[in-house]
T-cell receptor, first 115, second 113 residues
Framework: GAVVSQHPSRVICKSGTSVKIECRSL??????MFWYRQFPKKSLMLMAT?????????EQGVEKDKFLINHASLTLSTLTVTSAHPEDSSFYIC???????????FGQGTRLTVV | AQTVTQSQPEMSVQEAETVTLSCTYD???????LFWYKQPPSRQMILVIR??????QNATENRFSVNFQKAAKSFSLKISDSQLGDTAMYFC??????????FGQGTRLTINP
């Protein structure tokens, strides 16, 4: 299957700083990428959908100014958590699709801890 | 809006037994796709099996098979000859073509030796 690489796998940052998470499709052009947040022992909650070259579409209740998503190329999307606070600590997962393909491929996830 | 419901938060079976995980969904669409994903302790999401709604035949992948009941909006996963490596969280998911995945709450499956 197609490979999606997410980096970093773990990050610890201080409260008030920003942190960037990268999601790369290694062997296909990802026309659409999705960002999820997962709390411990819970399901994946979709945060936003991004199409290459367009602004991301955020789900209701997700702060656009706090979670900045950029999908500048067909192989890279980034999620920047701005002015991070301890409540932003979570597991973030990206997934990617190409064209009209129905299957989504997932990155390994990023565990963010804000101290 | 589409919703996916998994009513079994946890399940536990002995190795080599057969186990069935339940999933129901709600949609007014006629064309859609259903998935079962596995999330082991590594937390990497792994596609287990996929079903196209327009196909009447139930999908199978080795020890994994589904029972897709379109009228009842039910999509259960059967794992035969369960193995220790099957221990994981299992998520049922719904999508319409290239659109976003909607996940159920998940079922934590434990295979005991």
């Amino acid at each position: 299957g197609a490979v999606v690489s997410q980096h970093p796998s773990r990050v610890i940052c201080k409260s008030g700083t920003s942190v960037k998470i990268e999601c790369r499709s290694l062997d296909f052009q990802a026309t659409t990428m999705f960002w999820y947040r997962q709390f411990p022992k819970k399901s994946l909650m979709l945060m936003a959908t991004s199409n290459e070259g367009s602004k991301a579409t955020y789900e209701q209740g997700v702060e656009k100014d706090k979670f900045l998503i950029n999908h500048a190329s067909l192989t890279l999307s980034t999620l920047t958590v701005t002015s991070a606070h301890p409540e932003d600590s979570s597991f973030y997962i990206c997934s990617a699709k190409w064209a009209q393909n129905t299957e989504a491929f997932f990155g390994q996830g990023t565990r963010l801890t804000v101290v | 809006a589409q919703t996916v419901t998994q009513s079994q938060p946890e399940m536990s079976v002995q190795e080599a037994e057969t186990v069935t995980l339940s999933c129901t969904y709600d949609t007014s669409e006629s064309n859609y796709y259903l998935f079962w994903y596995k999330q082991p302790p590594s937390r990497q999401m792994i596609l287990v099996i996929r079903q196209e709604a327009y196909k009447q035949q139930n999908a199978t992948e080795n020890r994994f098979s589904v029972n897709f009941q379109k009228a009842a909006k039910s999509f259960s996963l059967k794992i035969s000859d369960s193995q220790l490596g099957d221990t994981a969280m299992y998520f049922c998911a719904f999508s319409q073509g290239a659109q976003k995945l909607v996940f159920g709450q998940g079922t934590r499956l434990t295979i005991n030796p």
